[in-house]
C-alpha cells in the first residue's frame, strides 16, 4: 500500500493545480487510506482537506447504512464469475498534517507531526519564518527547525549535483540533523519523469545508505489529475509574469506529476519497492489528527472571581444599570435563566472577554453595538454588549446557546469605523501578540481577475481581454452563450487559444490566488496561538493575522469574535456628542425615547436619506407599502429586502397578508409555530433552517450542514445539494410542491446572502436611532453625517440638499467661521444653522484646517493675511480661493484665485511684509470679469462637489420647459 505524503496543492499559491478537496476525493478514488498534503511554508489548506475527509467518511457512512437497510441494488453476479472492475467507493482517506518548509540555508524538507506536540512545533517554525518577513513571504533558516524539533518526522529533498570539493549540500544537511532528530528522518525520492529516474533512484538510494538513512518514495504530485496539465503551466506563467508560450524550462514536461496509485509508484520505482512500503508503516505511526486541536476560551479569571462569579457579578451589576428604577420581572427571569444555561455549558470566558472589549471601548467613548445569535440577550444587555433590550427583543436564547448543540454562540461587535484601530490594538496588548491574531480570508479568482491573469498569460491582446471582460455577466454566468457573447464583441470563437483561454478561466475559477486579512474576525485563545496555527504578519502595520479563514476555523470549532467596523455608529455618536453640546441631552442607543409616532410618520413618507439601511432606492420604494408602526416593524423591514426572500418571492405575499388583502394562512400547525410572527411567510434565516428541520424532518446533523452552507458570502456555494433531500423532506410531510420549492429558492438566497433575525434587530435599533436624530433634530444629523464621510449611499450634495429641504440652514465655507469639521452654529433666530467644514474641500488636509484655524485670532482679513500668519502655501490657497472660502471677507472666488496664485512661495521677508511709508508701489489692482451663477455652481462641484447656490437644472429650466402654445 502507498501513501502520499508531500502532495502540493492550489494552497502553494500559482503553483499547485488541484483544491486540497480533490485530492481527498481521488485519493479515496484510487483506494489510498492516508495523504499528507504539503504545501510550502504553510498549513492553510489542510482544514479543507481534513473537512473534506470527514465529508466522504459522512458518505460511505451513508451507501453503507442505506445497502444494509435496503441490499445491493440489481441483480447478485452469479457465484461462477468474478466481479467486475470497481473504483475504491469504500475508501475514507485520513489526512495527515504536513508542510514542506523551504528554507535559506538548506534543501527544502517536509515535515510531518507524530503528535499533537508535534503539531505545536510545526506552527511555531513557519511562525518564525513566516514573522520574520513582509506578508506572503518567510524567512526560515535551519536554526528554527532544530530549536522546535520535538514531535516531527522529516522528509529530506535530496539534490543530486555535487558542489567543489565533491560535498553533496542535502548529505551535510542530514547528518547535522541526524544529531537532533535520531532516527526521525527519511530521505525522500521523487521521479521527475525526465528518462533519468531509475538512474537518479539509484544514486539516491546510495548516498542515503552512506548516511544511514532509508529512502521513501513520493510522487510529489502538483495535481490531482493530469488532466490539470494546461492549468499548472497557466499558474506558473503568472507566478513568473511571462506567457505560457516563452515557460520553457518552467513549463510541465508531461502531466504525469498527480496524485498516483499504489500499481503506479511500484512500476515506477521498480527496485526500490521497500521505498514505496516504506510509506504505508510511517502513515500509521502519524496519528495526529486536526480533530485533536482542543481549543480553549482564554480563562478570564481574576484573583479573587471564578469566571461564572465574576460574570454573574457583572450581570446584576448591568441589571441594575439598566433598570434604576428595578428590573421587571421578565428580565430577571431571563437572566436567571440565561446565566444557568451558560455556566453549563461553561461558556463564561467568552461572554467575559466580549464584555471587557466592549468595556474598553465605552471606556474611550468608542461607541459600540452587538450583534449575532447570542447578543440579542438579557445577559449580553446587561454588560453593555448590545442595547437591544428584552422589551424590543424577539429571540429564544436557546435558538443560539443550547445544550443540544455544542458550538460556541457568535456575537459580533460593531464599533465606529474611524476608531476600530484602537480596539483592535487594544486586544493585542491585552492578550499579547502569542494569544490574538486576525483570521485570514483567502482571495480567490473570480471573474474579472481570472479573464485578465489567464488571459495574458495565454498571449490575449489587452484589447481582447478587456472585450471579454466587458461580458463577464453574459457568457460566464452562464455556460453555453459563449458563441453568441463573443460574435456580439467581434471575437471568433472558434479560435483555439481564446477558446483554450475560456476553459482555463471556468477551471481557474474558484482557486486560491492569496491570503488577505478578514475584516475583523479575532482568535484569542487561552494558551499560545502559535502553537495552535501559524501566524504571520499583514500588509497593515501592527497586524498579526493566523492562515485559516472563518470557515476553517468554523469546521475546527474554534472561538471567533468579530471586530467589525460601522460607520453609522460614527455618525450616531458624534450626532449625540453635538446633542449634548447645543441641546444639553445626553442620548444612548439604549436611552432614546422609544416607538416615537413621528419617527414611524417619517419613515412611512419614504424620507429616508441618511437613514441606516432603509436609504437605497428598493427601501424607499417599500417604506410606503410595509407602512412600519413599532419596532419589529422595523427588524422585518432591515431583514426583507434581501437576495434570500426576494429569490424566494416572499415579500409580496408578506406585503398583501400584512394590508389584509390575503388571508393569514399556515402550511400545518407546526410551521405555524414557526411562521407566525411573519404572517406564516418565512423571512429570515432561522426561519428557512426552522422549515428544514420542522417541515423538512433534516436531522441535526443535516440541519447543522445546511447552517453552515449558509455561510455569508460562501466561497464555494453548496446548498443545492441539499434540494432532492428538501424537496422529498417536505413532499413526505404533505407540503405543496410550490410551497417547498420556494421555501428552498429561499434557503438558496441566503446562500449567497443570509440575514438572520438577529443581526436584523441590532439593525434596527441603529435604524430607529439614525431615523429619530433626522427626524427631530435634521441639521445635527446632516452635521454627523457630512463629518462621517465617506459612507452610505449619497454624496455630501444630497446630504446637503435634503437638510435645507427640512429647513436647516446651510451656511458655505467660510475662512473665519470654520473649521476641519461641520459644526452647528447659532442662526440668530433661536436655532441652529449648519456651517460647512474645510473637510468639504478637495484635496485640503486636516493638518492645513489645523493651522488655519489656530492662527485665525480675530479673523483673517485678506489671501495674503492668511499666508502670512497661517504659514500655507500657495497651493492650499488657491484651493480655498477654488472652494469660495474667501467670500466671507467680501472677496470673491476670481479675485481670491488671482491673489493666492500671485504669493511668491516661502516665508514672507520682513521688509517687505509692510508697506514702508508709501514707499513701495502696489501693483494695480486687476479688473476681472464676475463669473456667471452658471460657471459659480460648476466651480462649487469641481472644489466641494457640491452647491448651496441653485441646482444645475435650474439654469436649463428655460430650455426643458416646454413653449405653451
Known sequence: MFIELSATSNFTFLTGASHPEEYMARAALLGMEALAIADDNS?????????????????????????????????????????????????????????????????PITVLPQDRHGWGSLCRIISCGRLRAAKGHCDLRLSDLEEFADGLHLLLWPQTLRVQGGAIPWMQTADRLMRRFGGNIHVLMVPQYDGNDRARFDSIAAQAQASGLPTLASGAPRMHHGMR?????????????????????????????????????????????????????????LTFSLDELRYEYPSEITDNETPSQRLERLAYEGLKWRYPAGAPEKAQRLLRHELTLIGKLNYEPYFLTV???????????????????????????????????????????????????????????????????????????TY?????????????????????????????????????????????????????????????????????????????????????????????TDGRLDELVPIENATMEDRTVICWDKDDIDSLGILKIDVLSLGMLTCIRKAFDLLRMHHQRDYTLATLPPEDPQVYDMLCAADSVGVFQVESRAQMNFLPRMRP??????????????????????????????????????????????????????????????????????TPDQADRLRRSLATFKKHGSVSEFRALFLRGMREKGYDDDFATRCFSQIEGFGAYGFPESHAASFALLVYASSWIKCHHPGIFACALLNSQPMGFYAPAQIVRDAREHGVPVRPICINASFWDNVMEPDGQGGLALRLGF??????????????????????????????????GSKVLVRLAEADAFGGVDINRRTALWEAKALAPGPALPLFARDIDGEVVDEPAALLPEMTLGEEVVEDYVSTRLTLRTHPVALLRHVLTPVPY
Not at 500499481?263 to 514505496?276: K, N
Not at 416593524?633 to 426572500?645: H, Q, S, W
Not at 388583502?661 to 406564516?680: C, I, N, W
Open 355 to 429: 464584555r471587557d472589549i466592549v468595556h474598553f471601548a465605552r471606556s474611550r467613548d468608542i461607541l459600540c453595538q452587538g450583534r449575532g445569535s447570542a447578543a440579542n440577550s438579557v445577559v449580553c444587555y446587561c454588560l453593555g454588549v448590545t442595547s437591544v433590550s428584552p422589551e424590543m427583543g424577539t429571540m429564544v436564547f436557546e435558538r443560539f446557546v443550547s445544550e443540544a448543540r455544542d458550538e460556541p454562540p457568535d456575537i459580533d461587535v460593531d464599533f465606529e469605523h474611524e476608531r476600530r484601530e484602537e480596539v483592535i490594538q487594544h486586544i493585542y496588548e
Open 229 to 285: 496539465r494546461k492549468l499548472a503551466d497557466v499558474l506558473s506563467a503568472v507566478r513568473l509574469k511571462s506567457r505560457v508560450d516563452a515557460l520553457g524550462r518552467n513549463a510541465l514536461t508531461n502531466g504525469e506529476g498527480r496524485l498516483r496509485s499504489t500499481d503506479d509508484m511500484l512500476r515506477i520505482f521498480a527496485g526500490h519497492e521497500g521505498a514505496v512500503e516504506r510509506t504505508a508503516a510511517l502513515a500509521k505511526s
Open 43 to 107: 498549513v492553510a489548506g489542510i482544514v479543507r482537506a481534513h473537512t473534506m475527509g470527514k465529508t466522504i467518511a459522512r458518505s460511505v457512512r451513508e451507501r453503507r447504512a442505506f445497502d444494509a437497510r435496503v441490499g445491493l441494488i440489481g441483480p447478485p453476479t452469479p457465484d461462477h464469475i468474478s466481479p467486475p472492475p470497481s473504483a475504491a467507493i469504500t475508501t475514507t482517506p485520513r489526512l495527515i498534517p504536513a508542510a514542506r518548509l523551504v528554507f535559506t540555508d538548506a534543501p
Open 839 to 872: 473637510r468639504q474641500i478637495k484635496g485640503l488636509t486636516e493638518e492645513d484646517a489645523t493651522w488655519i484655524t489656530a492662527a485665525r485670532g480675530n479673523g483673517y482679513q485678506s489671501v495674503r493675511d492668511v499666508w502670512r500668519r497661517a504659514g500655507l
Open 629 to 698: 408602526r413599532n419596532f419589529y416593524d422595523l427588524v422585518i423591514e432591515v431583514a426583507i429586502i434581501r437576495p434570500g426572500p426576494i429569490q424566494g418571492d416572499m415579500v409580496h405575499p408578506y406585503i398583501r397578508r400584512r394590508n389584509g388583502e390575503e388571508e393569514v394562512s399556515f402550511p400545518s400547525d407546526e410551521l405555524g409555530a414557526v411562521l407566525g410572527k411573519t404572517l406564516g411567510v418565512p423571512l429570515f434565516q432561522e426561519q428557512a433552517m426552522q422549515i428544514a428541520i420542522v417541515g423538512a424532518g433534516f
Open 432 to 524: 499579547g501578540r502569542h494569544r490574538a491574531g486576525l483570521c485570514a480570508t483567502v482571495v480567490h479568482y473570480r471573474g474579472k481577475r481570472a479573464i485578465r491573469e489567464v488571459g495574458r498569460a495565454m498571449g490575449l491582446s489587452e484589447d481582447t481581454i478587456s472585450a471579454l471582460s466587458s461580458q463577464l455577466w453574459g457568457f460566464f454566468s452562464t455556460k453555453g452563450l459563449e458563441a453568441t457573447r463573443m460574435a456580439e464583441i467581434g471575437l471568433n470563437f472558434n479560435d483555439k487559444r481564446l477558446r483554450q483561454t475560456i476553459e482555463l478561466v471556468y477551471e481557474i475559477n474558484g482557486f486560491p490566488r492569496h491570503l488577505s486579512q478578514h475584516v475583523g474576525g479575532f482568535i484569542i
